[in-house]
């Protein structure tokens, strides 16, 4: 699987949008780029995944650059719940490991 | 819906003392569940996969007869800690997809805490 790279930590204000960059330049066409978060002493919650469009939920959006090689994970109004350490993963369509990098620690300050 | 259940949460025993530790998909069959390990301020680290009906695919470096996996149904997966001593203190989790398809996601358990005295 590719090797994602992403910025030890963030802070955002409550309210404002919470942008994630993930770097994954060297995936290749059959990896789907998987978001995931883990609040403190719990276990990591699903947020969104996809391959090559854009994708949103009720949690988040998710923006992949045209090239693939980066994206973006986006919070829209984000709140103090947030705070977390948000992973981003490749992994290739049919296998099942996810492996997990040291992700992002997002602050959300009031 | 894909709830993953584990159970415990928590669990403080003595050295020398064989822990079980329960994964459980409350809403969906998971012919594969993983489990995971992770100390503090660490990632989380893949132990092994555990196949329903066959037997667990350990991770290089993660002792098979340490770490006993039993997936015996669809929809639990045991993780035995035998003969704990405290470097074996951790944060131990497991998660489990509906299918087998790579591109759906994995739901994680709320871990269990394993503190080894």
């Known amino acids: 699987d590719a090797k994602t790279t992403q910025p030890p930590s963030m802070d955002c204000a409550e309210g404002r949008a919470a942008n994630l960059p993930c770097n994954h330049s060297?995936?290749?066409?059959?990896?789907?780029v998987y978001w995931y978060r883990q609040i403190h002493s719990q276990g990591p919650q699903y947020i969104i995944h996809?391959?090559?469009n854009n994708e949103t939920n009720e949690m988040a959006s998710l923006i992949i650059t045209e090239d693939r090689k980066s994206s973006t994970l986006i919070l829209p109004h984000a709140t103090l719940r947030d705070t977390a350490v948000y992973y981003c993963?490749?992994?290739?369509?049919?296998?099942?490991?996810?492996?997990f990098g040291q992700g992002t620690r997002l602050t959300i300050n009031p | 819906g894909a709830v993953v259940s584990q159970h415990p949460s928590r669990v403080i025993c003595k050295s020398g003392t064989s822990v079980k530790i329960e994964c459980r998909s409350l809403d969906f069959q998971a012919t594969t569940m993983f489990w995971y390990r992770q100390f503090p301020k660490q990632s989380l680290m893949l132990m092994a996969t555990s196949n329903e009906g066959s037997k667990a695919t350990y991770e290089q470096g993660v002792e098979k007869d340490k770490f006993l996996i039993n997936h015996a149904s669809l929809t639990l997966s045991t993780l035995t800690v035998t003969s704990a001593h405290p470097e074996d203190s951790s944060f131990y989790i497991c998660?489990?997809?509906?299918?087998?398809?790579?591109?759906?996601?994995?739901?994680f358990g709320d871990g269990t805490r394993l503190s080894i005295l």
């Open positions: 993963i490749v992994r290739v369509q049919g296998a099942q490991k996810l492996v």
């Open positions: 060297t995936i290749s066409g059959n990896e789907y």
């Open positions: 998660s489990a997809s509906m299918t087998q398809n790579g591109n759906q996601p994995q739901h």
């Open positions: 996809g391959l090559k």
